[in-house]
Protein backbone atom coordinates (compact mmCIF):
# COMPACT_ATOMS: atom_id res chain seq x y z
CA UNK A 1 0.00 0.00 0.00
CA UNK A 2 1.38 3.35 -0.64
CA UNK A 3 -0.10 6.24 1.37
CA UNK A 4 0.59 10.36 1.93
CA UNK A 5 2.39 10.75 5.21
CA UNK A 6 2.34 14.46 6.44
CA UNK A 7 5.92 15.24 7.83
CA UNK A 8 5.70 17.12 11.33
CA UNK A 9 8.13 20.54 10.36
CA UNK A 10 8.35 19.71 6.98
CA UNK A 11 11.92 18.16 5.35
CA UNK A 12 14.60 20.23 3.70
CA UNK A 13 15.85 18.49 1.09
CA UNK A 14 18.99 17.14 2.05
CA UNK A 15 19.36 20.10 4.54
CA UNK A 16 20.35 22.34 1.32
CA UNK A 17 18.65 26.06 1.07
CA UNK A 18 17.60 25.73 -3.03
CA UNK A 19 15.24 23.15 -4.28
CA UNK A 20 15.05 22.26 -7.65
CA UNK A 21 11.62 20.47 -8.75
CA UNK A 22 12.01 18.97 -12.09
CA UNK A 23 10.61 16.43 -14.33
CA UNK A 24 7.39 17.63 -14.73
CA UNK A 25 5.12 17.64 -18.05
CA UNK A 26 3.57 21.22 -16.85
CA UNK A 27 4.15 23.66 -14.46
CA UNK A 28 1.10 25.84 -14.30
CA UNK A 29 2.90 29.41 -12.47
CA UNK A 30 -0.30 31.51 -12.55
CA UNK A 31 1.53 34.55 -13.00
CA UNK A 32 0.75 37.68 -14.51
CA UNK A 33 -1.65 38.37 -11.17
CA UNK A 34 -5.63 38.42 -10.39
CA UNK A 35 -7.57 36.87 -13.37
CA UNK A 36 -10.80 37.85 -13.86
CA UNK A 37 -12.88 37.91 -17.24
CA UNK A 38 -10.93 35.86 -20.25
CA UNK A 39 -8.27 35.94 -18.42
CA UNK A 40 -9.54 33.78 -15.61
CA UNK A 41 -8.63 30.83 -18.56
CA UNK A 42 -5.74 31.66 -18.80
CA UNK A 43 -3.34 29.95 -16.25
CA UNK A 44 0.41 30.47 -17.47
CA UNK A 45 1.49 26.97 -18.26
CA UNK A 46 5.33 25.85 -18.85
CA UNK A 47 5.34 22.61 -20.38
CA UNK A 48 7.62 20.48 -22.49
CA UNK A 49 6.39 20.61 -26.07
CA UNK A 50 7.79 17.87 -28.32
CA UNK A 51 10.49 17.42 -25.66
CA UNK A 52 11.20 15.26 -22.49
CA UNK A 53 10.02 16.44 -19.16
CA UNK A 54 13.33 15.80 -18.42
CA UNK A 55 15.06 17.36 -21.15
CA UNK A 56 16.87 20.67 -21.79
CA UNK A 57 13.28 22.36 -22.20
CA UNK A 58 11.48 20.52 -19.58
CA UNK A 59 9.95 23.00 -16.97
CA UNK A 60 12.00 23.43 -13.56
CA UNK A 61 10.86 25.20 -10.82
CA UNK A 62 14.15 26.76 -8.65
CA UNK A 63 13.47 27.19 -5.12
CA UNK A 64 15.34 28.86 -2.78
CA UNK A 65 15.23 29.41 1.10
CA UNK A 66 11.52 28.81 1.21
CA UNK A 67 10.73 31.19 -1.85
CA UNK A 68 10.95 30.80 -5.36
CA UNK A 69 13.63 31.84 -7.18
CA UNK A 70 12.66 31.38 -10.95
CA UNK A 71 10.63 28.97 -13.16
CA UNK A 72 11.45 27.98 -17.00
CA UNK A 73 12.90 25.60 -19.09
CA UNK A 74 16.05 23.78 -17.51
CA UNK A 75 18.62 24.48 -19.70
CA UNK A 76 18.09 28.36 -19.82
CA UNK A 77 17.18 28.06 -16.18
CA UNK A 78 20.02 26.52 -14.86
CA UNK A 79 22.85 29.09 -17.10
CA UNK A 80 20.29 31.65 -15.03
CA UNK A 81 21.50 30.13 -11.63
CA UNK A 82 24.76 29.55 -12.00
CA UNK A 83 24.93 33.45 -13.78
CA UNK A 84 23.39 34.93 -10.55
CA UNK A 85 25.66 33.02 -8.07
CA UNK A 86 23.21 30.32 -7.14
CA UNK A 87 25.42 27.20 -7.54
CA UNK A 88 23.70 23.81 -8.65
CA UNK A 89 25.28 22.09 -5.60
CA UNK A 90 23.20 23.80 -3.52
CA UNK A 91 19.88 22.62 -4.80
CA UNK A 92 18.33 19.28 -3.53
CA UNK A 93 16.40 17.95 -6.30
CA UNK A 94 12.79 16.70 -6.39
CA UNK A 95 11.42 14.73 -8.98
CA UNK A 96 7.79 15.28 -10.62
CA UNK A 97 7.92 12.34 -12.26
CA UNK A 98 5.87 13.47 -15.37
CA UNK A 99 3.72 15.12 -13.12
CA UNK A 100 1.45 18.72 -12.63
CA UNK A 101 3.40 20.95 -10.90
CA UNK A 102 0.56 24.07 -9.53
CA UNK A 103 0.81 26.62 -6.80
CA UNK A 104 0.26 24.97 -3.37
CA UNK A 105 -3.95 25.75 -3.11
CA UNK A 106 -5.56 28.02 -1.01
CA UNK A 107 -9.17 27.86 0.53
CA UNK A 108 -10.47 31.04 1.53
CA UNK A 109 -13.54 30.16 3.28
CA UNK A 110 -13.79 27.60 5.88
CA UNK A 111 -15.16 26.98 9.46
CA UNK A 112 -12.68 24.94 10.62
CA UNK A 113 -13.12 24.61 14.31
CA UNK A 114 -16.45 23.43 16.04
CA UNK A 115 -17.28 19.86 17.72
CA UNK A 116 -19.58 17.20 16.53
CA UNK A 117 -21.14 16.54 13.42
CA UNK A 118 -24.43 16.74 11.80
CA UNK A 119 -25.32 14.07 9.77
CA UNK A 120 -28.82 13.50 11.04
CA UNK A 121 -29.39 16.73 8.90
CA UNK A 122 -28.91 15.46 5.85
CA UNK A 123 -31.47 12.73 6.26
CA UNK A 124 -33.91 15.67 7.71
CA UNK A 125 -33.40 17.66 4.20
CA UNK A 126 -33.97 14.28 2.15
CA UNK A 127 -37.14 14.66 3.20
CA UNK A 128 -37.71 17.85 2.81
CA UNK A 129 -36.48 20.11 5.83
CA UNK A 130 -34.91 23.28 4.56
CA UNK A 131 -31.80 24.36 6.24
CA UNK A 132 -32.78 27.66 7.46
CA UNK A 133 -35.77 25.95 8.98
CA UNK A 134 -33.79 23.67 11.03
CA UNK A 135 -31.77 26.52 12.29
CA UNK A 136 -35.06 27.98 13.64
CA UNK A 137 -35.81 25.19 15.31
CA UNK A 138 -32.56 25.51 17.24
CA UNK A 139 -31.00 22.78 15.15
CA UNK A 140 -28.34 23.84 12.68
CA UNK A 141 -25.31 25.91 13.27
CA UNK A 142 -27.16 26.33 17.17
CA UNK A 143 -26.29 22.52 17.89
CA UNK A 144 -22.96 22.83 16.61
CA UNK A 145 -22.56 26.14 19.10
CA UNK A 146 -23.93 23.76 22.09
CA UNK A 147 -21.29 21.13 21.30
CA UNK A 148 -18.05 23.43 20.33
CA UNK A 149 -19.29 25.77 23.48
CA UNK A 150 -18.59 22.21 25.68
CA UNK A 151 -15.60 21.27 24.18
CA UNK A 152 -12.25 21.66 25.54
CA UNK A 153 -9.13 23.69 23.82
CA UNK A 154 -7.55 20.24 23.83
CA UNK A 155 -10.04 18.76 21.57
CA UNK A 156 -10.79 21.79 19.23
CA UNK A 157 -6.73 21.81 18.67
CA UNK A 158 -7.10 17.95 18.43
CA UNK A 159 -9.86 18.59 15.64
CA UNK A 160 -8.27 21.63 13.82
CA UNK A 161 -4.71 19.41 13.50
CA UNK A 162 -6.87 16.50 11.78
CA UNK A 163 -8.82 18.65 9.55
CA UNK A 164 -5.77 20.56 8.04
CA UNK A 165 -4.06 17.31 7.72
CA UNK A 166 -6.73 16.36 5.40
CA UNK A 167 -6.49 19.28 4.03
CA UNK A 168 -2.78 19.20 3.17
CA UNK A 169 -3.06 15.81 1.53
CA UNK A 170 -5.45 17.60 -0.59
CA UNK A 171 -3.24 19.80 -1.56
CA UNK A 172 -4.24 23.06 0.45
CA UNK A 173 -1.17 24.54 1.84
CA UNK A 174 -3.03 28.27 3.07
CA UNK A 175 -7.03 28.27 4.74
CA UNK A 176 -8.93 31.48 6.27
CA UNK A 177 -10.59 30.04 9.29
CA UNK A 178 -13.76 31.52 11.03
CA UNK A 179 -15.00 31.53 14.24
CA UNK A 180 -18.49 31.30 14.90
CA UNK A 181 -19.71 28.31 16.83
CA UNK A 182 -19.10 30.45 19.95
CA UNK A 183 -21.54 32.88 19.66
CA UNK A 184 -20.32 33.96 23.49
CA UNK A 185 -16.78 35.89 23.70
CA UNK A 186 -15.48 33.94 25.56
CA UNK A 187 -15.84 30.68 22.84
CA UNK A 188 -15.58 33.24 20.10
CA UNK A 189 -11.81 34.44 21.52
CA UNK A 190 -11.04 30.45 22.26
CA UNK A 191 -12.11 29.59 18.61
CA UNK A 192 -9.69 32.43 17.14
CA UNK A 193 -6.76 31.69 19.30
CA UNK A 194 -6.67 27.82 18.27
CA UNK A 195 -7.13 28.63 14.82
CA UNK A 196 -4.03 31.16 15.34
CA UNK A 197 -1.92 28.92 17.07
CA UNK A 198 -2.12 25.76 14.80
CA UNK A 199 -1.45 28.33 12.19
CA UNK A 200 2.07 28.88 13.91
CA UNK A 201 2.32 25.25 14.31
CA UNK A 202 2.34 24.93 10.58
CA UNK A 203 2.65 23.91 8.23
CA UNK A 204 -0.51 24.83 6.47
CA UNK A 205 -1.09 28.82 7.07
CA UNK A 206 -4.10 29.85 8.92
CA UNK A 207 -5.74 33.02 8.96
CA UNK A 208 -8.11 33.83 11.06
CA UNK A 209 -11.75 35.46 10.63
CA UNK A 210 -13.97 36.84 13.65
CA UNK A 211 -17.96 35.57 12.22
CA UNK A 212 -19.36 36.49 15.40
CA UNK A 213 -22.51 37.14 13.54
CA UNK A 214 -23.32 33.64 12.22
CA UNK A 215 -26.35 33.28 14.05
CA UNK A 216 -28.27 34.08 17.04
CA UNK A 217 -27.46 32.58 19.81
CA UNK A 218 -30.04 30.62 21.94
CA UNK A 219 -29.58 33.25 25.02
CA UNK A 220 -31.07 35.96 22.77
CA UNK A 221 -33.51 33.79 21.14
CA UNK A 222 -36.38 34.34 23.60
CA UNK A 223 -36.46 38.10 23.89
CA UNK A 224 -38.50 40.12 21.17
CA UNK A 225 -35.59 42.20 19.70
CA UNK A 226 -33.35 39.52 20.04
CA UNK A 227 -31.52 39.45 16.81
CA UNK A 228 -30.93 43.43 17.00
CA UNK A 229 -29.65 42.75 21.34
CA UNK A 230 -26.88 40.10 19.68
CA UNK A 231 -25.93 42.54 17.12
CA UNK A 232 -25.30 45.24 19.68
CA UNK A 233 -23.41 42.42 22.18
CA UNK A 234 -21.78 42.39 19.30
CA UNK A 235 -20.19 45.30 18.64
CA UNK A 236 -19.97 46.52 21.80
CA UNK A 237 -18.44 43.00 23.30
CA UNK A 238 -17.27 40.80 20.82
CA UNK A 239 -15.80 43.30 18.72
CA UNK A 240 -13.51 45.22 21.46
CA UNK A 241 -12.89 41.51 22.98
CA UNK A 242 -11.76 40.22 19.34
CA UNK A 243 -9.85 43.23 18.43
CA UNK A 244 -7.59 43.15 21.92
CA UNK A 245 -7.07 39.86 21.52
CA UNK A 246 -4.98 40.66 18.42
CA UNK A 247 -5.76 37.22 16.28
CA UNK A 248 -8.80 37.98 13.42
CA UNK A 249 -7.76 39.23 10.73
CA UNK A 250 -10.97 39.25 9.18
CA UNK A 251 -14.63 39.97 10.29
CA UNK A 252 -17.51 38.13 8.77
CA UNK A 253 -21.47 38.01 8.92
CA UNK A 254 -23.88 35.99 7.66
CA UNK A 255 -26.17 38.16 6.11
CA UNK A 256 -29.15 36.40 4.68
CA UNK A 257 -32.99 36.71 4.84
CA UNK A 258 -33.86 35.68 8.05
CA UNK A 259 -30.57 35.88 10.00
CA UNK A 260 -28.70 39.08 9.87
CA UNK A 261 -30.01 41.55 7.82
CA UNK A 262 -28.08 43.84 5.32
CA UNK A 263 -28.16 47.10 7.15
CA UNK A 264 -27.12 45.01 10.41
CA UNK A 265 -24.31 43.61 8.14
CA UNK A 266 -23.05 46.84 7.27
CA UNK A 267 -22.61 47.99 11.34
CA UNK A 268 -20.94 45.38 12.01
CA UNK A 269 -18.44 45.11 9.00
CA UNK A 270 -17.63 49.15 9.12
CA UNK A 271 -16.96 48.98 12.81
CA UNK A 272 -15.03 45.80 12.67
CA UNK A 273 -12.67 47.61 9.65
CA UNK A 274 -12.15 50.49 12.45
CA UNK A 275 -10.69 48.02 14.24
CA UNK A 276 -8.38 47.04 11.48
CA UNK A 277 -10.45 43.96 10.60
CA UNK A 278 -11.16 43.53 6.84
CA UNK A 279 -14.99 42.85 5.99
CA UNK A 280 -15.60 39.89 4.26
CA UNK A 281 -19.44 38.15 3.83
CA UNK A 282 -22.00 35.02 3.55
CA UNK A 283 -23.63 36.67 0.90
CA UNK A 284 -26.81 35.15 -1.10
CA UNK A 285 -26.25 31.94 -0.07
CA UNK A 286 -30.50 30.47 0.28
CA UNK A 287 -32.55 34.00 -1.13
CA UNK A 288 -31.38 37.57 -2.38
CA UNK A 289 -30.64 39.61 0.80
CA UNK A 290 -28.59 42.27 -0.42
CA UNK A 291 -25.47 41.05 0.08
CA UNK A 292 -23.42 41.01 -3.53
CA UNK A 293 -25.01 44.70 -3.10
CA UNK A 294 -23.64 45.18 0.16
CA UNK A 295 -20.32 43.78 -0.30
CA UNK A 296 -19.67 45.90 -3.38
CA UNK A 297 -20.85 49.01 -1.41
CA UNK A 298 -18.08 48.38 1.51
CA UNK A 299 -15.21 47.18 -0.49
CA UNK A 300 -15.40 43.65 1.04
CA UNK A 301 -12.19 41.59 -0.02
CA UNK A 302 -14.74 38.92 -1.33
CA UNK A 303 -18.14 38.45 -0.95
CA UNK A 304 -18.59 34.54 -0.75
CA UNK A 305 -21.71 32.17 -1.57
CA UNK A 306 -23.61 34.34 -3.94
CA UNK A 307 -25.84 31.30 -5.31
CA UNK A 308 -28.87 34.00 -5.59
CA UNK A 309 -27.38 37.21 -5.81
CA UNK A 310 -30.12 39.97 -7.75
CA UNK A 311 -29.35 41.36 -10.82
CA UNK A 312 -28.36 44.71 -9.03
CA UNK A 313 -26.41 42.72 -6.89
CA UNK A 314 -24.33 41.06 -9.54
CA UNK A 315 -24.40 44.79 -11.44
CA UNK A 316 -22.41 45.60 -7.96
CA UNK A 317 -20.24 43.52 -8.34
CA UNK A 318 -19.41 44.09 -12.25
CA UNK A 319 -18.61 47.67 -10.63
CA UNK A 320 -16.37 47.50 -8.32
CA UNK A 321 -14.39 45.01 -10.72
CA UNK A 322 -13.57 47.28 -13.09
CA UNK A 323 -11.69 49.20 -10.04
CA UNK A 324 -8.37 48.78 -8.79
CA UNK A 325 -9.79 47.25 -5.65
CA UNK A 326 -12.54 44.67 -7.11
CA UNK A 327 -14.54 42.32 -4.74
CA UNK A 328 -13.71 38.67 -5.21
CA UNK A 329 -16.86 37.10 -5.98
CA UNK A 330 -15.73 33.51 -3.84
CA UNK A 331 -18.11 31.24 -4.91
CA UNK A 332 -19.04 27.77 -2.79
CA UNK A 333 -20.63 25.29 -4.77
CA UNK A 334 -20.19 21.96 -2.89
CA UNK A 335 -22.51 23.78 -0.25
CA UNK A 336 -25.27 24.41 -2.83
CA UNK A 337 -24.30 20.31 -4.06
CA UNK A 338 -24.79 19.50 -0.71
CA UNK A 339 -27.90 21.30 0.58
CA UNK A 340 -29.80 19.37 -2.33
CA UNK A 341 -30.18 23.66 -3.58
CA UNK A 342 -31.16 23.67 -7.18
CA UNK A 343 -29.15 26.89 -7.80
CA UNK A 344 -25.92 27.31 -8.21
CA UNK A 345 -24.11 30.53 -8.57
CA UNK A 346 -23.90 32.63 -11.95
CA UNK A 347 -20.31 32.11 -12.27
CA UNK A 348 -20.88 32.23 -16.09
CA UNK A 349 -22.09 35.30 -15.41
CA UNK A 350 -19.59 36.80 -13.17
CA UNK A 351 -16.58 35.83 -15.10
CA UNK A 352 -18.32 36.96 -18.20
CA UNK A 353 -19.20 40.56 -16.44
CA UNK A 354 -15.23 40.38 -15.64
CA UNK A 355 -15.81 39.90 -11.59
CA UNK A 356 -12.85 37.99 -10.33
CA UNK A 357 -14.07 34.18 -9.26
CA UNK A 358 -12.75 32.14 -6.22
CA UNK A 359 -13.48 29.04 -5.04
CA UNK A 360 -13.26 27.71 -1.34
CA UNK A 361 -14.58 24.45 0.62
CA UNK A 362 -16.92 25.93 3.13
CA UNK A 363 -15.49 23.38 5.11
CA UNK A 364 -18.00 23.10 8.33
CA UNK A 365 -20.08 20.26 9.24
CA UNK A 366 -23.31 21.20 8.33
CA UNK A 367 -23.71 22.86 4.73
CA UNK A 368 -20.57 21.80 3.30
CA UNK A 369 -18.71 18.53 5.26
CA UNK A 370 -15.70 18.30 2.47
CA UNK A 371 -12.23 19.36 3.16
CA UNK A 372 -10.92 18.94 -0.27
CA UNK A 373 -10.02 22.28 -2.96
CA UNK A 374 -10.06 19.40 -5.85
CA UNK A 375 -14.08 18.06 -5.30
CA UNK A 376 -15.10 21.67 -4.75
CA UNK A 377 -13.21 22.42 -8.61
CA UNK A 378 -15.07 19.12 -10.17
CA UNK A 379 -18.68 20.60 -8.60
CA UNK A 380 -17.75 23.95 -9.69
CA UNK A 381 -16.86 22.52 -13.22
CA UNK A 382 -20.31 20.29 -13.71
CA UNK A 383 -22.64 22.46 -12.23
CA UNK A 384 -21.10 26.25 -12.44
CA UNK A 385 -19.80 25.56 -16.02
CA UNK A 386 -16.31 26.79 -15.20
CA UNK A 387 -13.36 25.18 -16.78
CA UNK A 388 -10.56 22.95 -14.98
CA UNK A 389 -8.08 25.79 -15.62
CA UNK A 390 -10.86 28.76 -14.71
CA UNK A 391 -11.56 26.47 -11.38
CA UNK A 392 -7.55 26.55 -10.92
CA UNK A 393 -7.24 29.72 -11.18
CA UNK A 394 -9.79 30.36 -8.54
CA UNK A 395 -8.32 28.36 -6.10
CA UNK A 396 -4.98 30.01 -6.80
CA UNK A 397 -4.54 33.36 -7.44
CA UNK A 398 -7.60 34.65 -7.10
CA UNK A 399 -8.10 32.89 -3.72
CA UNK A 400 -4.97 35.16 -2.71
CA UNK A 401 -6.39 37.71 -3.65
CA UNK A 402 -9.75 37.01 -2.05
CA UNK A 403 -6.98 36.50 1.20
CA UNK A 404 -5.22 40.06 0.68
CA UNK A 405 -2.20 37.53 -0.06
CA UNK A 406 -1.60 37.98 -3.74
CA UNK A 407 1.43 39.44 -3.46
CA UNK A 408 2.74 36.23 -0.88
CA UNK A 409 1.19 33.82 -2.64
CA UNK A 410 -0.97 32.26 -5.24
CA UNK A 411 1.43 31.59 -8.24
CA UNK A 412 4.48 30.37 -9.25
CA UNK A 413 6.84 33.64 -9.31
CA UNK A 414 10.27 35.14 -8.25
CA UNK A 415 9.75 36.59 -4.34
CA UNK A 416 6.55 34.51 -3.70
CA UNK A 417 7.00 31.74 -0.77
CA UNK A 418 7.94 27.83 -2.01
CA UNK A 419 4.31 26.41 -1.99
CA UNK A 420 4.06 24.00 -4.68
CA UNK A 421 1.96 21.00 -5.18
CA UNK A 422 2.93 18.07 -7.49
CA UNK A 423 0.40 16.03 -8.83
CA UNK A 424 0.00 12.66 -10.23
CA UNK A 425 -1.56 13.60 -13.35
CA UNK A 426 0.38 15.02 -16.78
CA UNK A 427 -2.34 18.23 -16.90
CA UNK A 428 -3.96 20.43 -14.55
CA UNK A 429 -7.12 19.73 -16.76
CA UNK A 430 -6.80 16.16 -15.09
CA UNK A 431 -7.33 17.61 -11.57
CA UNK A 432 -11.40 18.05 -11.45
CA UNK A 433 -11.58 15.36 -13.71
CA UNK A 434 -10.87 12.15 -11.45
CA UNK A 435 -13.54 12.92 -8.84
CA UNK A 436 -12.42 11.60 -5.50
CA UNK A 437 -9.10 10.43 -6.71
CA UNK A 438 -6.04 10.60 -4.39
CA UNK A 439 -3.41 12.87 -7.01
CA UNK A 440 -1.43 14.26 -4.55
CA UNK A 441 2.18 13.13 -5.07
CA UNK A 442 4.22 15.88 -2.88
CA UNK A 443 3.80 19.22 -1.17
CA UNK A 444 5.71 21.72 -0.63
CA UNK A 445 5.31 24.47 1.89
CA UNK A 446 8.07 27.50 1.99
CA UNK A 447 10.45 25.56 0.42
CA UNK A 448 10.27 22.36 2.99
CA UNK A 449 8.54 19.16 1.79
CA UNK A 450 5.64 18.60 3.93
CA UNK A 451 3.81 15.38 2.31
CA UNK A 452 5.45 13.05 0.78
CA UNK A 453 3.53 9.61 -0.84
CA UNK A 454 5.45 6.54 0.71
CA UNK A 455 7.03 3.78 -1.78
CA UNK A 456 5.09 1.00 -2.28
O1 LIG B 1 -21.39 28.94 4.86
N1 LIG B 1 -24.45 29.62 6.24
C1 LIG B 1 -23.69 29.92 7.14
N2 LIG B 1 -22.57 29.28 7.47
C2 LIG B 1 -22.13 28.06 6.87
C3 LIG B 1 -22.84 26.88 7.41
C4 LIG B 1 -22.61 26.69 8.85
C5 LIG B 1 -23.32 25.52 9.43
O2 LIG B 1 -24.36 25.07 8.93
O3 LIG B 1 -22.81 25.04 10.47
C6 LIG B 1 -22.17 28.16 5.37
O4 LIG B 1 -22.96 27.48 4.69
FE1 LIG C 1 -19.50 29.54 5.28
Known amino acids: MTGLRVIQGGRAAEGLPGLLVEGAAEVVTMAGGLRRGPAQDEPAILDAPGSEPTGDRGPVVACWEGQILAAGPRAELIRALEAGGYPLSRFARLDAAGGTVTPGLIDPHTHLLFAGSRERELVLRQRGAGYLEILAEGGGILS ?261 LADETGSIEAGKAADLVIWRVPTHRQLPYWPAADLVRTVVKRGRIVVERTPA
Not at 268 to 286: F, K, S, T, V
Not at 318 to 327: G, I, R
Not at 334 to 351: K, Q, S
Open 144 to 404: TVAATRAASVEALEEHGRRWLAEMLNHGTTTIEAKSGYGLDLATELRLLDVAFRLGAAGPVDVLPTWLGAHAVPPEYRSRPDGTEAYVRHCLDEQLPGVAAQGRARFADVFCERGVFTADQSRRILEAARRYGMQPRLHADEIAPSGGAELAAEIGALSADHLATPSAAGIDALAEAAATEQPVVATLLPATTWFLMHDEFAPARTLIGRGVPVALATDFNPGTSPTPSLLHVMTVACLELKMTPSEALAAVTINAAQALG
